[in-house]
């Protein structure tokens, strides 16, 4: 099982970044996906979900209107458009992908968004 996020960088306030998670070893188009974030100091918070298909999505209240989730099942790869960047969105960015009825929840390792001001 292996989650490889990817397109983390280095961006001005304002700018805009699209982070990619590329899932392998287990059956991705069966699994929630979400993206949390961890700034220096602060507790891992969630970003965005979407459901096993795509039909539903959240967000938190902090980047609704500016992040959009996304996913290709036929790609096994999960998708975070990331616009109007802010300096607080600063962090390292995880992807999960879960299954609750059967208890399963996997995580990447995290790709680092940095914005300046």
């Known amino acids: 099982v292996q989650l490889v996020e990817s397109g983390g960088d280095l961006v001005q306030s304002g700018g805009s970044l699209r982070l990619s998670c590329a899932a392998s070893?287990?059956?991705?188009?069966?699994?929630?996906m979400s993206w949390y974030r961890q700034a220096p100091g602060k507790e891992r918070e969630l970003v965005a979900t979407?459901?096993?298909?795509?039909?539903?999505?959240y967000y938190a209240d902090s980047v609704k209107g500016r992040f959009t989730i996304s996913r290709d099942n036929a790609k096994n790869t999960g998708y975070l458009q990331m616009n109007s960047l802010k300096p607080e969105d600063t962090a390292v960015y995880y992807c999960?992908?879960?299954?609750?009825?059967?208890?399963?929840?996997?995580w990447g390792r995290g790709t680092q968004v940095t914005v300046s001001s």
């Open positions: 070893g287990f059956t991705f188009s069966s699994y929630a």
């Open positions: 979407i459901t096993s298909a795509g039909g539903s999505t």
């Open positions: 999960n992908c879960l299954r609750a009825t059967a208890h399963l929840n996997y």
